[in-house]
């Protein structure tokens, strides 16, 4: 049975415009009020810890890709390979060790690092590979983890390393930390895969410290390749990825859930490439409402 969704932005139906890019069964819409663009109709949230897993569909997707457009994907492959291993680039990683450093300045004791769809916990090693080891030694870091056989080798992982991993969505998952208890909070890969994001980003910002930061990396539905690639744009996931960001309905998501864009520079929302990434503070100012708390203003 499939969940049917209205605007995540929205606590009541709204109008929709039909957007001719998903196979069926699976309908992809914008909401005519918000522009806000989701799946209508994912599956149940349970059936993402085994049936519709990130580790089982990843590699579905791949192995489709690889039929249907091998030198492409031969090109991508490669690409991701130079990037990560010789250039070494890692924007999440990079952006949460300064995030830490700047902490350490501040907060005296343990460092929290919480990983929203942590996979195999590995982006808290590669964090801590950049610290000194002065503040590595402080980092608590904690995996929060949906995925039954994903989530087991997390915990491994990172108990080695004085942290753990919580075997649950990412809503219920950050009810088990103290409010206003954590540094830095990562959702990479992971906003998109959510069919609640609001209650998500609501949580979050409850277990932000009051200078605590979020990172936030998606697929960016503004892109150039989006519009070129059309129904073969890579940040098209079905039926996973459930919700797709541009620039401004992010940021307007965030305003949703009590939270402020601190950094979103250009080369962030860079529009040559596919993803989309924003670093989040808590809003002081803002109100969380039951109802309609987003105040959409997209051209801010």
């Known amino acids: 049975m499939r969940t049917l969704r209205t605007c995540p932005l929205l606590d009541r139906p709204s109008a929709s415009i039909g957007l001719d890019a998903a196979p069926a069964p699976w309908d992809l819409r914008r909401c005519a009020e918000t522009g806000f663009v989701y799946l209508a109709n994912p599956p149940d949230q349970h059936l993402f810890r085994d049936e519709f897993a990130w580790e089982v569909t990843h590699e579905r997707e791949a192995n489709r890709r690889r039929r249907r457009e091998p030198l492409l994907h031969a090109l991508s492959v490669w690409t991701k390979t130079v ?5 070494r680039r890692d924007k999440v990683a990079v952006l949460a060790a300064d995030l830490l450093r700047t902490a350490a300045r501040d907060v005296p004791g343990p460092l929290r690092l919480v990983d929203v769809g942590c996979g195999e916990g590995t982006l808290a090693l590669r964090v801590a590979d950049r610290l000194a080891p002065a503040v590595a030694e402080r ?9 039954n056989v994903l989530a087991h080798r997390a915990d491994r992982k990172l108990r080695t390393h004085g942290g753990r991993c919580i075997h649950a969505t990412g809503i ?129």
């Open 83 to 87: 990037r990560h291993r010789l250039l």
């Open 139 to 147: 980092l608590e870091p904690v995996g929060i983890e949906l995925s």
């Open 172 to 300: 219920e998952g950050l009810t088990d930390l103290e409010r206003s208890s954590v540094q830095v909070i990562v959702l990479s890969c992971i906003l998109e895969h959510e069919i609640a994001p609001l209650p998500l980003l609501r949580n979050c910002r409850a277990c932000l410290a009051a200078d605590g930061r979020m990172i936030v990396k998606v697929p960016n539905y503004a892109c150039l390749a989006r519009h070129v690639r059309g129904r073969r744009w890579c940040g098209y996931r079905w039926p996973d990825h459930v919700n797709y960001f541009t620039p401004a309905t992010l940021a307007a998501t965030a305003r949703a859930a009590g939270l402020r864009v601190v950094r979103m520079s250009l080369m962030d929302r860079n529009p040559i490439s596919d993803s989309l990434y924003a670093v989040l503070g808590r809003d002081p100012a803002a109100v969380i409402a039951d109802k309609e708390p987003w105040a959409l203003r997209l051209a801010a």
